[in-house]
């Protein structure tokens, strides 16, 4: 049932300083992605706390990419190694939750790198697209019902 | 505060956005949103008419929040936050929402999708303006002297620029005498002036400046603090000194790449860069010899695919000087494309020419090719015009090659907390918008740091650094964003997990009622959040990206 025409809706975090302005480089190059990622803005990848991975999931996210500097490039010198460590190991307990840790993405996107933004985000969907909605996608859950 | 009253304005950004995104559903869809008193959409939002709109939308519907769903915050933030100012409300009362880069330029073939998209971002938006709290910006103090790294011509006018200003400067240089690059370089395009006839007279007006202190074979070991105090060490052969400064410019300049197996280069003596050619100039050489220049040399090639900028015109003013102390000596300059932009660099290059250099274009596909036993003695090039192939003879091969990024810019990226570009060359906050500031407030850059700039273009770059590195000296103060963190000590257990977090030392334990607790030094925090994610008591705050807020903003992902 899911293959079919599931559109899956991705929380993206993204840092004001690198990500954020790779995001935007990729619409300024006109690098054209699937409309499936809700960007929200943060100052550092650090500031992600795990609760909010945890909360988007909650709210119907079928999945969250957090995005930031690559290594030695954080704008606040080390927030991306805290978000590296925070999001490692809020996988292993995703895992442990029975929710699949692919559904959780941290990648490294400089502000010079629109292209590679556009990448993630089509690959991730991509990935999303195959496992299927998130554990507490409201949508597909009363489509359910429905059924 | 009082019940939010949002208003929306969405700007069709011309067609940027209208013509991809539905604006007047949107508009109508953001008037159904929780709290929203007033939706309207602009032309453009960021005109003189839009931002007017703002001001009297809240006025007229006595508006506490304001979002506008436009371009990006990166560029037009500040704008809009004026705007909000201007019209009595705190500028933190603001919410950008981003329906232009990640939205409608992203999504130019779904119209359909791209307007829903903008729905669920305004959407998202309008839940986190509703819980939006009105910051105060603290003054700093800042140190009424400036560091200028970097004693090249561009540094040099720079601090003199700011001495002359009334402000004192401390101009550190690596090499053990001021004058940088220009040091190695003959003469000057166009003015075919000696290059130490502008560094000389820079240099003993650096010299005996009663407020500009020079520190020569010195580097900067350490830049800790923030705009307005920064403290710096700089060492000087082991020696230490520390002072405190309030702003900095970096006008480190770039080296010429020694394309080492390129042509010869580095097994024929014969073949030299530009920068050798010009040491030889100097004492008289090379006299009646036939010289053959190649152009572009590791430059616009994959992996290093940018131009230089100023080496065609530094290779035609050295053509043209060989040719004319020398008539009969032929010379020629082999290029890809030439680039002689402005007044004078395309009229020296006409002179160049009825002097008698000969130019003679090549391809990347049919390089030119060295002949010769242990020495460079003739050039085999294709010409691409005449459809020929030619052997010129060769006394002296010279490589015209590109500036590449100074050795200790990734030191200085570190150190100043500045970002580099994809070739390594210091990265400006925003090509068009803040040219020769960095993101990092209170640090400039000038000259060839950035990319290569030719004296002319590096000398006004330092004035247009050393003006902007003025304005906090000049004021006093800087009021940096009220964006910080802030501790709730009845919660604070004292654990100090945000204290060992703290990339800037921010935050520190302090005695309180018996018991230890955080404490934030807002002047020194950058409002990163990284404690904020951390802290187990849920003490903290990150104000500006609260978790009610990014809560908020999650919970209205669905409909």
């Given at each position: 049932m899911?293959?079919?025409?599931?559109?899956?809706l991705?929380?993206g975090?993204?840092?004001?300083?690198?990500?954020?302005?790779?995001?935007?480089?990729?619409?300024?190059?006109?690098?054209q992605?699937?409309?499936?990622?809700?960007?929200?803005?943060?100052m550092?990848?650090?500031?992600?706390?795990?609760?909010?991975v945890?909360?988007?999931?909650?709210?119907g996210?079928?999945?969250?990419?957090?995005?930031?500097?690559?290594?030695g490039?954080?704008?606040?010198?080390?927030?991306?190694y805290k978000a590296?460590?925070?999001?490692?190991?809020?996988?292993?307990?995703?895992?442990?939750l029975?929710i699949?840790?692919?559904?959780?993405?941290?990648?490294?996107?400089?502000?010079?790198?629109?292209?590679?933004?556009?990448?993630?985000?089509?690959?991730?969907?991509?990935?999303?697209?195959?496992?299927?909605p998130?554990?507490f996608?409201?949508k597909?859950?009363?489509?359910?019902?429905?059924? | 505060?009082?019940k939010p009253?949002?208003?929306?304005?969405?700007?069709h950004?011309?067609?940027?956005?209208?013509?991809?995104?539905?604006?007047?559903?949107?508009?109508?869809?953001?008037?159904?949103?929780?709290?929203?008193?007033?939706?309207?959409?602009?032309?453009?939002?960021c005109?003189?008419?839009?931002?007017?709109?703002?001001?009297?939308?809240?006025?007229?519907?006595?508006?506490?929040?304001?979002?506008v769903a436009?371009?990006?915050?990166?560029?037009?933030?500040?704008?809009f936050?004026?705007?909000?100012?201007?019209?009595?409300?705190?500028?933190y009362?603001?919410?950008?929402?981003?329906?232009?880069?990640?939205?409608?330029?992203?999504?130019?073939e779904?119209?359909?999708?791209?307007?829903?998209?903008?729905?669920?971002?305004?959407?998202?938006?309008?839940?986190r303006?509703?819980?939006?709290?009105?910051?105060?910006?603290?003054?700093?103090?800042?140190?009424?002297?400036?560091?200028v790294?970097?004693?090249?011509?561009?540094?040099?006018?720079?601090?003199l620029?700011?001495?002359?200003?009334?402000?004192?400067?401390?101009l550190?240089?690596?090499?053990?005498?001021?004058?940088?690059?220009?040091?190695d370089v003959?003469?000057l395009?166009?003015?075919?002036?000696?290059a130490?006839?502008?560094?000389?007279?820079?240099?003993?007006?650096?010299?005996?400046?009663?407020?500009?202190?020079?520190y020569?074979?010195?580097?900067?070991k350490?830049?800790?603090?923030?705009i307005?105090?920064?403290e710096?060490?700089?060492?000087?052969?082991g020696?230490?000194?520390?002072?405190?400064?309030?702003t900095?410019?970096?006008?480190?300049g770039?080296?010429?790449?020694?394309?080492?197996?390129?042509?010869g280069?580095?097994?024929?003596?014969?073949?030299?860069?530009?920068?050798?050619?010009?040491?030889?100039?100097?004492?008289?050489?090379p006299e009646?010899k036939?010289?053959?220049?190649?152009?572009?040399?590791?430059?616009?090639?994959?992996?290093?695919?940018?131009?230089?900028?100023i080496?065609?015109?530094?290779?035609?003013?050295n053509?043209?000087?060989?040719k004319?102390?020398?008539?009969?000596?032929?010379?020629?300059?082999?290029?890809?494309?030439?680039?002689?932009c402005?007044?004078e660099?395309?009229?020296?290059?006409?002179k160049?020419?009825?002097?008698?250099?000969?130019f003679?274009?090549?391809s990347?596909?049919?390089?030119p090719?060295?002949?010769?036993?242990?020495?460079?003695?003739?050039?085999?090039?294709?010409?691409?015009l005449?459809?020929?192939?030619?052997?010129?003879?060769?006394?002296?091969?010279?490589?015209?090659?590109?500036?590449?990024?100074?050795?200790?810019?990734?030191?200085?990226?570190?150190?100043?907390?500045?970002?580099?570009d994809?070739?390594?060359?210091?990265?400006?906050?925003h090509?068009?918008?803040?040219?020769?500031?960095?993101?990092?407030?209170?640090?400039?850059?000038?000259?060839?740091?950035?990319?290569?700039?030719?004296?002319?273009?590096?000398?006004?770059?330092?004035?247009?650094?050393a003006s902007?590195?003025?304005?906090?000296l000049?004021?006093?103060?800087?009021k940096?964003?009220?964006?910080?963190?802030?501790?709730?000590?009845?919660?604070?257990?004292?654990?100090?997990?945000?204290?060992?977090?703290?990339?800037?030392?921010?935050v520190?334990?302090?005695?309180?009622?018996?018991?230890?607790?955080?404490?934030v030094?807002?002047?020194?925090?950058?409002?990163?959040?990284?404690?904020?994610?951390?802290?187990p008591?849920?003490?903290?705050?990150?104000?500006?990206?609260?978790?009610?807020?990014?809560?908020?903003?999650?919970?209205?992902?669905?409909?």
């Amino acid at each position: 049932m899911h293959e079919n025409g599931f559109e899956p809706l991705i929380v993206g975090f993204c840092c004001n300083w690198c990500s954020y302005a790779g995001a935007d480089l990729a619409g300024v190059s006109r690098f054209q992605y699937p409309t499936n990622v809700r960007i929200i803005r943060v100052m550092c990848s650090g500031r992600v706390d795990p609760a909010f991975v945890l909360k988007a999931l909650e709210a119907g996210a079928d999945g969250v990419l957090i995005a930031g500097c690559h290594p030695g490039d954080c704008h606040y010198i080390a927030g991306n190694y805290k978000a590296a460590r925070r999001i490692s190991l809020l996988k292993k307990m995703l895992a442990q939750l029975g929710i699949e840790a692919e559904r959780v993405r941290l990648e490294w996107v400089s502000a010079s790198e629109g292209a590679k933004f556009a990448e993630v985000v089509t690959n991730f969907t991509e990935t999303i697209k195959k496992l299927g909605p998130g554990p507490f996608n409201r949508k597909t859950a009363k489509a359910e019902e429905g059924e | 505060m009082d019940k939010p009253r949002v208003g929306v304005f969405v700007c069709h950004c011309g067609r940027n956005i209208g013509a991809y995104v539905n604006v007047p559903e949107v508009v109508d869809y953001a008037k159904s949103l929780p709290d929203v008193v007033h939706a309207e959409h602009n032309l453009y939002t960021c005109s003189e008419e839009g931002i007017s709109a703002i001001k009297k939308g809240i006025q007229d519907y006595n508006l506490n929040r304001v979002i506008v769903a436009s371009c990006t915050p990166r560029t037009h933030e500040p704008l809009f936050r004026s705007a909000c100012e201007a019209a009595g409300l705190n500028k933190y009362l603001f919410e950008f929402v981003n329906i232009r880069d990640q939205c409608s330029w992203v999504h130019m073939e779904d119209p359909e999708k791209a307007s829903q998209k903008a729905k669920d971002l305004i959407r998202m938006g309008v839940a986190r303006a509703r819980l939006l709290e009105p910051l105060e910006e603290v003054e700093i103090k800042v140190a009424p002297s400036a560091l200028v790294i970097g004693g090249g011509v561009v540094g040099m006018s720079a601090a003199l620029n700011l001495a002359a200003q009334g402000f004192d400067v401390h101009l550190v240089e690596k090499q053990g005498k001021l004058g940088g690059t220009l040091n190695d370089v003959h003469k000057l395009y166009p003015t075919n002036e000696e290059a130490a006839k502008l560094t000389n007279p820079l240099i003993q007006k650096v010299e005996s400046y009663p407020t500009i202190r020079t520190y020569l074979s010195a580097r900067v070991k350490e830049v800790a603090g923030f705009i307005g105090n920064f403290e710096v060490t700089v060492d000087q052969g082991g020696k230490e000194s520390k002072f405190a400064v309030g702003t900095i410019i970096v006008a480190t300049g770039a080296r010429e790449l020694k394309p080492i197996g390129q042509y010869g280069y580095g097994e024929m003596p014969n073949v030299l860069t530009q920068l050798e050619l010009e040491e030889q100039m100097k004492n008289g050489e090379p006299e009646g010899k036939n010289v053959v220049m190649i152009n572009c040399v590791g430059a616009r090639v994959p992996g290093r695919t940018y131009c230089s900028r100023i080496c065609c015109m530094n290779a035609i003013k050295n053509a043209y000087l060989i040719k004319k102390a020398n008539p009969k000596a032929g010379v020629w300059i082999l290029h890809r494309d030439l680039m002689t932009c402005g007044v004078e660099s395309e009229d020296y290059y006409r002179k160049a020419m009825e002097q008698g250099v000969r130019f003679i274009r090549y391809s990347l596909e049919r390089r030119p090719e060295v002949i010769g036993n242990g020495k460079a003695e003739k050039i085999k090039v294709y010409h691409e015009l005449r459809k020929k192939e030619l052997e010129l003879p060769c006394d002296m091969l010279v490589l015209n090659t590109p500036l590449i990024p100074g050795e200790d810019n990734q030191e200085i990226s570190r150190m100043l907390k500045v970002s580099l570009d994809e070739f390594g060359f210091l990265l400006e906050a925003h090509l068009k918008l803040r040219p020769v500031e960095f993101a990092m407030d209170g640090v400039y850059v000038c000259g060839s740091a950035k990319w290569p700039t030719d004296v002319t273009e590096g000398i006004s770059q330092a004035y247009a650094a050393a003006s902007k590195a003025a304005g906090p000296l000049r004021t006093g103060y800087v009021k940096p964003e009220a964006i910080t963190a802030s501790v709730n000590e009845d919660i604070c257990s004292g654990c100090g997990t945000c204290v060992s977090l703290c990339p800037f030392g921010a935050v520190v334990l302090v005695p309180k009622d018996g018991k230890r607790v955080a404490q934030v030094t807002v002047a020194q925090c950058k409002g990163c959040g990284v404690c904020g994610a951390a802290c187990p008591s849920g003490a903290i705050t990150m104000n500006h990206f609260r978790n009610e807020e990014i809560m908020a903003q999650l919970e209205a992902l669905m409909v």
